[in-house]
């Protein structure tokens, strides 16, 4: 796994343990804030789909339903 930012982010990929699906680590470096999203279909590094993931990720754990997100996403501290 390697660390890298761009932008406002820092994330990472690692495999999952469900097979061709990846787990994301996603930083929003201005809130110090953190979340990871297990299962994802496809990541790219570009800073409108980090932020789309964050954000997504957030409003799961707030409470928004989410068909993508639901179970899969939790904050790192």
């Known amino acids: 796994m390697t660390i890298e930012t761009i932008g406002n982010w820092q994330w990472e990929v690692e495999e999952s343990k469900n097979a061709s699906l990846l787990n994301v680590t996603v930083k929003n470096l201005s809130e110090d804030k953190t979340v990871k999203v297990n ?24 409470g928004v339903d989410s068909c993508c997100f639901q179970g899969k996403t939790s904050w790192v501290v």
């Open 39 to 62: 299962d994802v279909v496809w990541v790219t590094g570009r800073e409108d789909f980090l932020k789309d993931l964050y954000d997504s990720a957030v409003e799961t754990l707030q």
